[in-house]
């Protein structure tokens, strides 16, 4: 823990960052804050709308795509915006910006109800655009983690650094150098519902299992990676099966920052063909993956009984 925490601005200031970038984050921090505070005072409830996959809208889905488009628009610097929440690519300054910013302003939204953390996911791109850009390109990624606290977990391409929201409004350094051991005491098994047509995952959960290892599973991946970078090990799965043959969650604004931050903290992520997540160009803004993410070793036997067992 740091005796004399810095804010944000004057932490990545310290680390190098470039004025641009840095000026960009701390437009979308303030976004996180303002996301943080709505979720705590918003209205919870149904927007009676829907996004593009047909899946009910929350108030809160749609005021927070609102506040981080609004930053992203004020910061000056964006050429364009790709959000869950829009089917279509937001240009703000095309050729004239600096970055692209790719997010999903609520992940796990649907879990509201229930009180349990949720999240914010972005990755910053330089240029205009994203079709054939990949997770390898990223120059920043990082999530909001809205739970009894707010955090911003963060990396700029080397280490990951996790801040946390103080009473004064300012993210401040709270952990740096967030690492990932190559084997994990807990395991995050999304999409059981795969294992009838996938009998290698129960005979991977049953390996866990007899490993002895712990279930942590809330159904939203902001808290689920989050707990794998915090507690320094863990693995998260979620293959796909015949309702999402490419896998549910989205490559651009979920799986490619989150495996960027897992990647830069020593752990591994690749598709359950065993493809790197940052090596996957996009091809759409939507494309989905599956992934496998986490412990590096433990991110390796899950391939392994993939791969003995081909569908
Ligand atoms: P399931 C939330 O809806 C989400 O997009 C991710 O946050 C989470 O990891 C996944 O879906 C959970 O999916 O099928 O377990 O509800």
Redesign the pocket.
């Not at 992940?107 to 879990?111: A, I, P, W």
């Not at 159904?219 to 902001?222: A, I, P, S, T």
């Given at each position: 823990m740091h005796k004399n925490p810095q804010n944000l601005n004057a932490f990545l200031f310290d680390q190098g960052c470039s004025e641009d970038l840095r000026s960009l984050l701390t437009f979308i921090a303030r976004a996180g804050k303002y996301v943080a505070h709505a979720i705590k005072t918003g209205d919870i409830g149904k927007a009676g709308t829907s996004n593009l996959y047909g899946e009910e809208q929350l108030s809160l889905d749609i005021l927070a795509d609102e506040i981080f488009g609004e930053h992203l628009v004020e910061s000056n610097l964006v050429s364009a915006f790709a959000s869950e929440e829009q089917e279509q690519l937001v240009t703000i300054l095309g050729d004239n910006g600096k970055f692209s910013v790719a997010f999903d302003p609520l992940?796990?939204?649907?879990?509201i109800d229930t009180n349990v953390t949720i999240g914010s996911i972005f990755a910053i791109w330089e240029g205009n655009g994203f079709l054939g850009r990949k997770g390898s390109e990223i120059v920043a990624a990082g999530y909001f983690s809205y739970g009894p606290r707010t955090t911003l977990v963060l990396s700029l391409g080397n280490i990951v650094d996790e801040f946390v929201l103080n009473d004064i409004g300012e993210f401040q350094i709270y952990r740096s150098n967030l690492c990932i051991k190559p084997t994990s005491k807990t395991f995050s098994p999304?999409?059981l519902?795969a294992i009838p047509e996938k009998p290698a995952y129960a005979h991977l959960l049953q390996h866990w299992i007899s490993n002895t290892k712990t279930l942590r599973?809330t159904?939203?991946?902001?808290p689920?990676i989050n707990s794998i970078l915090c507690k320094g090990n863990g693995i998260f799965t979620?293959p796909s099966h015949s309702q999402y043959p490419q896998g549910?969650?989205r490559l651009l604004y979920?799986c490619a920052p989150m495996a960027f931050i897992v990647n830069c903290a020593g752990g591994k992520a690749v598709n359950e063909k065993g493809n790197p997540i940052l090596d996957i160009a996009c091809e759409n803004l939507h494309d989905r993956t599956s992934i496998f993410l986490g412990s590096t070793q433990e991110v390796d036997t899950s391939i392994e009984f993939f791969q003995r067992i081909h569908y």
């Open positions: 992940d796990g939204s649907s879990l999304g999409n519902r599973y159904g939203g991946m902001v689920d979620y549910k969650l979920e």
